[in-house]
Each structure stands twice: as C-alpha cells, then as structure tokens.
C-alpha cells in the first residue's frame, strides 16, 4: 500500500563474513547502546532485571549448529541478522500509512515513527523477522543502518559507520553501496561468493553474507595426507644418527 | 512515487548532535584493558566504543564493553558501607558511614599487625592492581596475599615462565599477520580476547594459513576453526608429546634454533643417587657446560662460538653427562608418546595425529619465512636475516585448570621450542616486559613474619629450589593457602581457593581477618560451594565464628557480601583511577611497550570509595613503611592517583611508564612527574613506545632488545634468555625428595614432589580422572559465553537478555544412555553431590564430554536481580559438586585438588554421571539456596513502570550540519579504504 522508489542513487548494506564471525555479540550490543540514545531512541527493556527481560534490539546473533545428513562433521554458525534494506521491500508496501519507507538517496528502509500506527503488518510481511516493536511507544522499529552516524560531520569519521560495523572485533562485518559495482563491499561480495539471504522470497535484499571459506588443506595437499617419514626404525636408531650432530653457538 | 498511499517524506536529520564530548579511559568489563571511549549527552554517559589509537583492541569493543552502561547503572551497586547486623549469610546489615569504616578495619588490622601479621589473609580476586595489593600485604607483613591466579592462570604462567620466560595467557601472542599453522588448545575465549578476535578474523582474512581447535567442545572460535579436533579434557599434553614423537622421529626440529636459543645442549649429569644426578654440569664459575664437537672440550654454554653436541654422553671427573636434548628425545621417542597410545588416551585418531604432526613440519620447515632485518645477537654478532617458522600455539584456560596443566602446558613450549618458533615471524611472540630470565626473580617473601614489620619482599614471586619454599624446619607451610609448601611448591599465584577452608580448619593455623577484594568465593569461584558457605558460617563451642572477622570490597552486592561482616562498596570502573601497570600484567603487544590509566569520567552518586584509595589510606592508618612518611603523616594523601603519579617502587621505576622525568621527557625510567597523568589523558589514557624493527624479534637473544629491555627495568642485566627445555629448578625439588639438599620433604610428600617435579615434561592423567570411582564416565568442564567472560556481575540488563539460563549441553548419543532429550531435565552427580540442570544436545562435543555456560546461575537475592530471574531459579553451577579437596591418601591426608606442582585449582578435572528426572524434579534447578535479604542498593535506570529506556533522555538536537560523504568500511582492514579491495 505503500510505494517504494522506482531506484534508489544508492543501495547501502552490511557485508556479514560467516567465516570469521564467532558469535561473540559485540555488534548487537554495540547497535543496543548505540540506537537506544539515536535516531530511534529508546530501545525500552521490558522488565529487565526479572523473570521474563525482553527489549527491543535491531541485530540479534542466531547460533546454531549445522548436522550434515551424512553424518560428517557437524558446523556451529553464529548468525547475526538484522534489516537487510531490501530493493523490494514487502514491509514498506505493506504499510498502510506510508510511514514505513525506503529512502531514494541511499536505499535506507526507515520507520516514520510520526505515522507509524503500530498495525505490525510489515512486521508480518519481513520473511526475515527483522523489525522490532516497541510495545512502549506503540511503534514498529528497525535497523536504522545508523543513518544518524553515517553522514554525521560532527562524529569523529571513524564513527561514520553502522555501530555493528566499526565495533566488530573478528572484522567480520563490511559497510558499503551495493548499488556501484566497484565498490569495496561490492567486490568483497563478488570476491567471496556473497549471497542473499533467502532469495526465494524475491524481496532482493541488499545485505549479503559472506559463506565459510573451504577448509584449510594447504599441508594436507602437499603431502597427502601421509605422516612423516621415520628417519630409522627404532628410537634408538633415531637417536643413533645424532650422535655425529654438531651445532654452533 | 505512485500508489494508494504515498510516503510522508520523513525529514531525517543524519547530522544530529549525538555527542557533546568524549573522555578516554579503558574498560574492566573483563580482563582484556581495551581503551574506549566514553561519549556523554547532557552529561550522562550517551555511549561507549573502542579506542581507534589503543594498542589493545584498535577501535573494537566486545558485547562485554559495550553493555558498560548498564555495569554503571546496575541496580546491585551497593551505596555505603555496611556493618553485619544478622548472622552471616542473613544479609542483615546496617549502612554505616565511612569514618565508622575505617576505624573499625584499623582496629581489627592493627591488632593483628602489633601482634601476629600473618594472621590477616588478605586476597584480591580480580584485581587489575596487584603491584599495589602486594605491596600493601608486603609492607603488612602478612606472607598470606595472592589475587585469583591460584584457580585461573597460574599453570599457565608458571609453565610459561619456567619454560621460555614468557607464557601463553596475556603475555604473548601469535604473529597473526605471518603465521601459516595455528592451533589453539583449550578454551581460550577469557584471556586477551578482543586481539584473539581480531587476530583470528585477520589470520583467516588472509586466507592461506590453517587455523587448527583442540578442543572437547566446538563453541566460539573453534567453530571458525579448519579442523575440530574433538579432545578428550586432560589429554592435550599427551596429544601434543605425541606430535613431538613424530617430529622427532622423522627429525624435522629446527637443530640451530635448539642449539642458540634453548638448553638443549647443555650437559645434564647422570649419577642416580647423588646429590648431582640431573643438575647441570658447570664450570668452576657456575657457568653450565655443553661438549664441543669440534675440540672435543667442555665449554661454557654461555660463551659464543661453541659448537655444541645435542646426544651422546662425555665423562666428566667420573660422572657420566648427556645433552638435555637428547634425555628430552629419549623421553619422547618412547613408544608411550606415540600416535597409537595417544588415540588410547585422547580419543584423537592415530591417523589424525601424525597428519597434524605432518603439517605443522611442513609449514615450519617448507613454508619458512625469511626477513630482512639487521639485528645484533646475544654475543654481539650482527645479523641481517630472521628466518620465521611460521607456526605459532595458544592455550589457556582449558589446559590451566587441569591437575596436569602445568606440564602440559610445558610440554606445548617444548613442542614450540622444537620448531625454533618462540619469537620469530610466524611464530608465537612474547609481549613487554617479557621474556624475563627462566624463571624471572624475585622469589617470594614470608619467611619471616614479625610483628609490625614489612616482609623482605613481595609475597609471591618464583622459587628456584626447595631452599625458597615458605615452610617451617618441620615442613609445615607457612602460608594459609599453603602456597610455596611441598604441597604446592611453585605456586606462583598462591591459592585463593583453599583459604577459606584452611582458615576454617585452622590448618596450618587459625587467622584473625579475612580481607577479600572482588572475588565471588561464595559463589561461583569457589569449588564445593556449599561446603565453603559452611566454612564462613561455622561457628565454635562459644558460638564465635571459625573466620572470626571477613572484610569485604565489592563494587556490587554479590553472593559474597552477605558472608563479610563489614562491606567496603567500591566504585565501577568509569568512577576511578587506576593504572594498568608494566608491574603488574602488561598490555602490550609484541611490537612495544604499552601502559594505560582508568581516571573518573563520571562523578560518583552514592556514598562508595575505590577499593585502592581506601587500602592506601589504611596504609596510612596503619602506618605501614612506605604508606607513611619519615614524619609519620600519608605518603599518598591524594589516594590512589598521588600514588600512581608518585610511587616509586625501585628508583625511577613508577607504576606507568610514560612521560616520566620532572619534564615527562623520560620513558621507563625517570622521576616521578607531576603532569604525568594528565599527559595520559591527554594522549587517550594511554601509552606506548614501539620496538624499532632490530629490537622486535628473537628477544630472548637479541641485545638491541635485551639491552633496551634492561635499561626500562624489565629484566635485570643485559644477559642473553636461554629457555628451558630442561628444568633445573624442577629437578632440585625432586633430589630433595630423594634426601639431597638443604631442604627435604616430609615422608608423606616425598613419592609426590619426586614424581611432578620430573625436569623433563610430562603427561599424566588427571588426577580425578583416576582417583574417581569408574562410575563417574563423563568429564564435565564449563566456560562463560563470550559475552560475560571475565565480566563481573550477573545484573547487566543487556547481557543478561542473551544468557539468563544456562543448559547442559552433551551429544546426543550421550544423552540417549539415559534416556534423554532436548528440554528433560537431568541430575549431574559427583562423589561431591549432585546439581539439577535441563539439557539441550549437540554434535560439537567430545562424547564423553558434558559441559556448561559457567557463572550464570545466580544465588537468589543476589546482584539486584529480581524474584523470578532464571538465573536464580534454573541457571546452576557446576561449582558445588567439584571437590576442593582429592580423596584421602593412605595415611588419611587430603591435597587441595589442585596442580602438585602450582596449585593451580583443577576444576576442570571433574568427572560426573548422569541421570533423568523424575518428571516431578524437573523445573528448577537444584541445590537451590535461601533467598536472602539485600541492604538499599543503588537505583537502576528502570522507570517506576518497569520499564527500561535508556537513552530517551539523550534524543540528539540538531547541529544544522551538511552531511558528509558516506564512506566505505571494510571489516578486515580496520577502518575506512578509499577504493581497491583486498
């Protein structure tokens, strides 16, 4: 019910590397602190000392274990998931007061909490479960992408980036314009097979996900697998051969 | 646009004034000391990232630093100091001002100090100031202090130290930008853990080295991990000597590595029976001997241009003497390392074994790296190449809290050594001020404890032999914990752990005050927990408790302070000063020295004192040497920002580093400065002074470096650091067991002291593993998430959001035995007792292994958490069902269950079974503890409603500002790149 832009100038995502991310939740912490003082602040906690804390959080990291079916080895994945900023966005066309949007100059899907009415259709709508709602303040919330940190002249430029992104320790979280082919995160992506989370939903989100590197096997080529050969028969024949060794200090 | 309904263009303003200014100072969420920086908003704390200038973590900050907020805000500070009023354990207490404080502490300190000081144990917990804390028990005179390295890293440090003079844990680190193999032993998420993240996210970004997790579980960084391999607890040393074996066997060791920078040469003698057998052949100067193949001469080992033998064996005025090496090869060579025996033990395949043993020879010794860099050697020689093995180990908390962990982590340096990889690109590289000699000075003070007099020294340090134990003629420990006695002797981080049994035992002897400093011992750093609870409880005939008198210091009402009877309140970490001192454990990294201060950023809102501040004007109080002036009046009266500016532990040498010199004109050495600290802040709370490239490699032989390193006070003379393959000190303990030398063990102890102290490294089972019924299958081992590790309290509102229960986590197959599956709920039984917890499965686990997330549960009552909280009705701890105690020997004595040779506590030994609940047990866990009362702690954020809103108060304003550019980020580049790509 809502429109989105015919083309956004720009397609601002997040380059997720599931190779190095090991689930620590520094970024979802970060984005906590970061966005309950932002642009949408606050992000309430509904009893948050007791039995049942819940707030409001625009990135959770989902862990969870991988079992081949053939019963090889087994993979932890520590997947974090916030708004993916989709092209086609079911959450903003679902919006029956035009307040959620997607920005024409960078691609951003925002909340307008002035029009939000708090209906949870687009909540409904995100095959991703990416919206978060304030039952505080009877509004739908969302990853911002840290709009108000971004373009921000007052911040140091080393916070002109999603908090997620410049807090990561393992690195493993990219910030970028999807929408220029020559782009850092762009070729980042392309570089490492960057996918897009459920495709199939044909939402075309612009987030993408780096997937896990091969397995290392650099020694395991060059050798085949095989062990070391023995140098003589016994330890004492080992031993044997030193006898002659002579170093230098 | 088109549509039904058009968007209501938002204006949104992207140049908000979000930030009105910024203080630097470092985080003690943990133990890692990053540097952050603290962003205010209408002066309240708006938010908290990392430090882009700090050495430490470059901008990062970990989900544990990021909650510092809600650490701030904690609705568990305690508010003003508080006298028992109920009995202990109650919770009763009355708040009492700070003068009433004070007076009673001086009171009860001074009378013991007038008359008997080691009567006062005073234990620190997790101290971040411990040059400070053992000054203070030094200048007491009590040898009875140690912070929380008895149950966290001592095997790790001591098996550093007396090995190659640097250690795993903090005190070093991979060469992340150019080493190929890494493995990682153990769970290691608790120690340096933002630049292990940021390490291992560089390492696989690069893309061409293989990353290796020897693990029992495959959590955090192992599931980043090339290769799992899924370890049996307590058999890392066994795997690693293994490896050895095979590179031994097939002779890929790095001979002129061994030869120049190790022992390996020198001669051992071998004259079983004697007083000489296994010590060090030496010169008529002291000086140790290795054969010369060339003259066919005894040498001096310490003389350059020697031409060293590493097997056979020379007569030496009738004593046979061999090599080191070639005692160590015999030892591993032998069949009991093989691949095959190890599968027994570790449940590592034989196959799997040598493959790894394959490729970390092939990256050492195929893949080797060579840089150009003029150096100077020990002996004065120039260089101009570094050849880099590029393999590089880490290990800490899963290989420390092992019965065995002291010598399994010797046997990891010694696996290290072998491949000539201690220092070099590639390699594993020590941070500032280490490498110190092997083992470094001083040895521990206590011999004597007098009244009204200071120790001779600090209380712990690092014996070299039976002749440095802190023992009485007839053997008996001098210390409560018992650290530095035969039954512990190298414990070099004392044994926090056992005080409170001993001191309810009165075994050695009974003490007057317990003075505890953040450290949960009634909780989840104690083994035995109801068993410790009891401790503190107990009571004599006259109804007089056992611990007559417990002062404690805690930022937060924790399952501790119900149990002191007076409550010091402590500050949060952005309300203080503190220094993170070269002293004390450094900050560092391998390419310099590094030092950083805490100061208050915001201004305290309740009637609590830092801890430091109050010990330093007890100091006073007592008038301690050194705490007080010639004429008697504070020698810090400022507290402990005069004291960080001013003291001056040996001359010239302060507790920071930086800007020292009446003009801050000096480093390391200097005068004390009086602008010293606000030089620190003015620098983003940090300092630091980078190697030059001809001081950063092989620094244990390097004299650019050694002689840089001497002048900055690390180490004591400019004398090359020869590691050590062979542990003299270690074999000086074991002829005193066979009746050689000043001191020897009393009969119970001397089968024990000869057996650990073997100057070789070993592997062992651990003890539980044997001394435990066989009814006990399952190793169950814990580690805290990554989001709370090494974080101090359970109360933070975020954190806690991603873990307030804890689950039992097993195989499947495991869990099929009983009959179990995901959600039932299952009772853990030791010999100890036995712990309620629900459990949820999983692949990634040793099947013979269960584990936990450690320290989630929560005693009711505690930490400001309200009724109802998961962590106090179906979070547990596997604490209460570890012994602290092994089984009773022949002669009914108990060792603590603890390393024999450090004292290291073995909570990761234990050995459980399981079985279902009934379906009316399942629910809450169990043992579960009487809720007690809580005293008025400090207002949360949370409003009236319940509700939390951080932040709505801190809404930016607009600046009017044009926006900026936006600008890309790539993870692993570490900031904003103008174009190109990795």
């Given at each position: 019910m809502t429109a989105l832009p015919a083309q956004t100038q720009k397609k601002l995502g997040l380059v997720i590397d599931l190779d190095i991310c090991v689930g620590c939740h520094a970024c979802a912490v970060n984005c906590k602190e970061w966005n309950t003082g932002g642009h949408s602040a606050p992000l309430p906690d509904n009893d948050p000392y007791g039995a049942d804390a819940s707030g409001v959080w625009f990135n959770r990291i989902h862990s969870f274990e991988v079992v081949p079916e053939d019963g090889g080895d087994s993979r932890m994945v520590h997947f974090p998931k916030s708004c993916l900023h989709c092209e086609d966005a079911p959450c903003v066309t679902v919006c029956p007061t035009g307040a959620s949007y997607k920005r024409e100059e960078d691609g951003i899907v925002l909340v307008n909490p002035d029009t939000c009415i708090g209906c949870k259709l687009c909540s409904w709508a995100c095959p991703y479960g990416a919206r978060e709602y304030d039952d505080d303040a009877g509004i739908m919330k969302k990853c911002t992408l840290c709009v108000d940190r971004i373009y921000n002249e007052t911040l140091p430029a080393d916070m002109r980036v999603p908090a997620c992104v410049s807090t990561c320790p393992a690195g493993a979280r990219s910030f970028g314009d999807f929408g220029d082919p020559d782009s850092d995160v762009s070729k980042l992506s392309a570089a490492r097979g960057g996918y897009a989370l459920m495709p199939e939903q044909n939402c075309k989100p612009v987030n993408r996900y780096l997937p896990p590197r091969p397995r290392k096997t650099v020694a395991e080529e060059a050798m085949g697998g095989a062990g070391l050969t023995p140098v003589a028969d016994s330890s004492a024949g080992v031993m044997a051969r030193w006898l002659d060794k002579i170093l230098s200090l | 646009?088109?549509?039904?309904?058009?968007?209501?263009?938002?204006?949104?303003?992207?140049?908000?004034?979000?930030?009105?200014?910024?203080?630097?100072?470092?985080?003690?969420?943990?133990?890692?000391?990053?540097?952050?920086?603290?962003?205010?908003?209408?002066?309240?704390?708006?938010?908290i990232d990392g430090n882009p200038d700090h050495p430490i973590n470059k901008g990062v900050l970990c989900a544990k630093g990021s909650a510092g907020i809600m650490n701030y805000k904690s609705p568990g500070r305690l508010t003003k100091p508080l006298k028992r009023v109920g009995p202990r354990g109650s919770g009763e207490f009355e708040e009492i001002e700070w003068s009433e404080a004070m007076d009673l502490a001086t009171e009860w300190l001074s009378d013991i100090r007038k008359s008997d000081p080691k009567r006062l144990a005073f234990f620190t917990g997790r101290d971040q100031s411990q040059s400070l804390t053992g000054w203070?028990?030094?200048?007491?005179?009590?040898?009875?202090?140690?912070?929380?390295?008895?149950?966290?890293?001592?095997?790790?440090?001591?098996?550093?130290?007396?090995?190659?003079?640097?250690?795993?844990?903090?005190?070093?680190?991979?060469?992340?930008?150019?080493?190929?193999?890494?493995?990682?032993?153990?769970?290691?998420?608790?120690?340096?853990?933002?630049?292990?993240?940021?390490?291992?996210?560089?390492?696989?970004?690069?893309?061409?080295?293989?990353?290796?997790?020897?693990?029992?579980?495959?959590?955090?960084?192992?599931?980043?991990?090339?290769?799992?391999?899924?370890?049996?607890?307590?058999?890392?040393?066994?795997?690693?000597?293994?490896?050895?074996?095979?590179?031994?066997?097939?002779?890929?060791?790095?001979?002129?590595?061994?030869?120049?920078?190790?022992?390996?040469?020198?001669?051992?003698?071998?004259?079983?029976?004697?007083?000489?057998?296994?010590?060090?052949?030496?010169?008529?100067?002291?000086?140790?001997?290795?054969?010369?193949?060339?003259?066919?001469?005894?040498?001096?080992?310490?003389?350059?241009?020697g031409s060293p033998v590493m097997s056979g064996s020379v007569d030496i005025a009738g004593q046979r003497a061999v090599p080191a090496f070639h005692l160590m090869a015999k030892r591993f060579l032998d069949k009991s390392y093989s691949p095959e025996e190890a599968e027994k033990s570790c449940g590592v395949s034989a196959e799997t074994i040598r493959r790894i043993a394959a490729e970390l020879a092939h990256a050492a010794f195929e893949r080797s790296i060579e840089l150009d860099v003029d150096w100077t050697d020990w002996a004065g020689r120039k260089q101009t190449k570094i050849v880099g093995r590029p393999v590089s180990l880490h290990a800490m908390r899963g290989v420390s809290a092992h019965s065995n962990g002291f010598h399994t982590c010797r046997i990891l340096h010694l696996l290290q050594m072998i491949l000539g990889t201690i220092d070099v690109p590639g390699g594993f590289r020590s941070k500032p001020p280490f490498p110190r000699p092997v083992p470094p000075g001083p040895k521990p003070a206590g011999h004597k404890s007098e009244a009204n007099k200071p120790l001779e020294g600090m209380p712990l340090g690092f014996p070299t032999g039976p002749e440095d134990l802190l023992i009485n003629p007839d053997g008996t420990p001098k210390r409560i914990d018992k650290a530095y006695s035969w039954e512990h002797p190298l414990a070099a981080h004392g044994l926090m752990q056992m005080v409170i049994h001993n001191a309810w035992k009165g075994d050695p002897y009974p003490i007057d005050v317990l003075f505890m400093y953040m450290a949960?011992?009634?909780?989840?750093?104690?083994?035995?927990?109801?068993?410790?609870?009891?401790?503190?409880?107990?009571?004599?005939?006259?109804?007089s408790y056992k611990i007559p008198k417990i002062i404690y210091s805690d930022a937060f009402y924790s399952e501790t302070v119900p149990y002191a009877d007076l409550v010091l309140p402590d500050t949060t970490y952005l309300e203080r000063w503190d220094c993170i001192s070269l002293l004390d454990r450094p900050i560092c990294s391998a390419e310099g020295p590094a030092d950083a201060i805490r100061h208050p950023v915001v201004p305290l809102d309740r009637d609590v004192r830092p801890f430091q501040d109050v010990l330093i004007e007890l100091g006073a109080r007592l008038k301690l040497p050194g705490f007080v002036t010639a004429d008697g009046s504070a020698a810090y009266p400022g507290g402990y920002q005069d004291y960080i500016a001013n003291h001056e532990?040996?001359?010239?040498?302060?507790?920071?580093?930086?800007?020292?010199?009446?003009?801050?004109?000096?480093?390391?050495?200097?005068?004390?400065?009086?602008?010293?600290?606000?030089?620190?802040?003015?620098?983003?709370?940090?300092?630091?002074?980078?190697?030059?490239?001809?001081?950063?490699?092989?620094?244990?032989?390097?004299?650019?470096?050694?002689?840089?390193?001497?002048?900055?006070?690390?180490?004591?003379?400019?004398?090359?650091?020869?590691?050590?393959?062979?542990?003299?000190?270690?074999?000086?303990?074991?002829?005193?067991?066979?009746?050689?030398?000043?001191?020897?063990?009393?009969?119970?102890?001397?089968?024990?002291?000869?057996?650990?102290?073997?100057?070789?490294?070993?592997?062992?089972?651990?003890?539980?593993?044997t001394a435990t019924a066989q009814d006990y299958t399952l190793h169950a081992i814990t580690q805290r998430p990554m989001h709370m590790y090494h974080s101090w309290g359970g109360q933070n509102a975020w954190l806690r959001q991603i873990t307030n229960q804890n689950r039992l986590y097993l195989h499947p197959d495991t869990a099929a035995t009983i009959d179990a599956g995901d959600e039932d709920w299952v009772w853990i039984i030791s010999p100890q007792g036995r712990v309620k917890a629900q459990?949820?499965?999983?692949?990634?686990?040793?099947?013979?292994?269960?584990?936990?997330?450690?320290?989630?549960?929560?005693?009711?009552?505690?930490?400001?958490?309200?009724?109802?909280?998961?962590?106090?009705?179906?979070?547990?701890?596997?604490?209460?069902?570890?012994?602290?105690?092994?089984?009773?020997?022949?002669?009914?004595?108990?060792?603590?269950?603890?390393?024999?040779?450090?004292?290291?506590?073995?909570?990761?030994?234990?050995?459980?079974?399981?079985?279902?609940?009934?379906?009316?047990?399942?629910?809450?866990?169990?043992?579960?503890?009487?809720?007690?009362?809580?005293?008025?702690?400090?207002?949360?954020?949370?409003?009236?409603?319940?509700?939390?809103?951080?932040?709505?108060?801190?809404?930016?304003?607009?600046?009017?500002?044009?926006?900026?550019?936006?600008?890309?980020?790539?993870?692993?580049?570490?900031?904003?790149?103008?174009?190109?790509?990795?």
């Open positions: - | 646009m088109s549509g039904p309904f058009t968007t209501v263009q938002e204006q949104v303003d992207v140049t908000p004034d979000a930030i009105d200014r910024t203080e630097y100072t470092t985080c003690y969420m943990c133990a890692c000391r990053c540097g952050i920086r603290v962003h205010f908003k209408n002066d309240e704390v708006r938010y203070w028990a030094g200048r007491f005179g009590t040898p009875n202090f140690a912070a929380h390295g008895g149950f966290c890293s001592v095997n790790m440090a001591a098996g550093g130290l007396y090995s190659i003079g640097s250690s795993f844990w903090e005190f070093g680190e991979p060469d992340w930008e150019r080493t190929l193999y890494f493995m990682m032993f153990g769970v290691a998420e608790d120690h340096d853990s933002n630049p292990i993240k940021m390490g291992l996210g560089h390492l696989k970004s690069r893309g061409e080295a293989k990353f290796v997790s020897v693990n029992p579980v495959k959590t955090g960084y192992s599931a980043i991990a090339d290769e799992w391999v899924g370890i049996r607890p307590g058999t890392d040393g066994l795997f690693a000597g293994a490896l050895i074996h095979e590179l031994l066997a097939a002779e890929k060791i790095d001979w002129d590595y061994l030869a120049r920078y190790t022992n390996a040469p020198w001669l051992v003698i071998q004259a079983p029976g004697t007083a000489d057998d296994g010590l060090f052949a030496r010169d008529r100067d002291g000086n140790p001997l290795i054969l010369d193949g060339k003259t066919k001469k005894l040498v001096s080992a310490l003389e350059a241009g949960n011992m009634g909780w989840n750093s104690s083994m035995n927990v109801p068993g410790v609870l009891h401790y503190l409880t107990d009571t004599n005939e006259d109804g532990r040996a001359p010239g040498i302060g507790p920071l580093a930086g800007w020292r010199g009446e003009f801050g004109t000096d480093q390391g050495r200097g005068a004390p400065n009086q602008g010293q600290l606000q030089r620190y802040i003015d620098n983003g709370g940090f300092w630091e002074d980078p190697f030059t490239e001809s001081e950063s490699w092989m620094k244990h032989g390097n004299k650019d470096y050694l002689t840089r390193a001497h002048k900055m006070g690390w180490i004591p003379s400019t004398d090359r650091i020869v590691m050590q393959i062979y542990s003299e000190p270690l074999q000086k303990f074991r002829l005193a067991a066979q009746g050689f030398g000043p001191a020897v063990p009393p009969d119970r102890h001397k089968d024990r002291i000869e057996t650990y102290f073997d100057p070789i490294p070993f592997w062992y089972p651990p003890f539980e593993t459990i949820k499965t999983m692949h990634g686990v040793e099947k013979g292994t269960i584990w936990t997330w450690n320290a989630i549960g929560k005693r009711k009552g505690s930490w400001g958490l309200k009724p109802g909280a998961p962590e106090t009705e179906k979070g547990f701890l596997l604490n209460h069902i570890i012994p602290e105690l092994l089984p009773a020997q022949g002669d009914g004595f108990r060792y603590a269950n603890a390393d024999p040779v450090t004292g290291q506590a073995a909570w990761y030994d234990l050995k459980v079974r399981l079985e279902k609940c009934t379906d009316e047990e399942a629910g809450e866990t169990e043992p579960m503890f009487e809720r007690f009362e809580a005293p008025t702690l400090a207002p949360s954020a949370v409003s009236a409603d319940g509700v939390l809103r951080y932040g709505k108060a801190l809404h930016p304003t607009p600046s009017g500002k044009p926006a900026a550019a936006m600008a890309e980020w790539i993870g692993n580049q570490k900031g904003h790149k103008e174009g190109g790509n990795q």
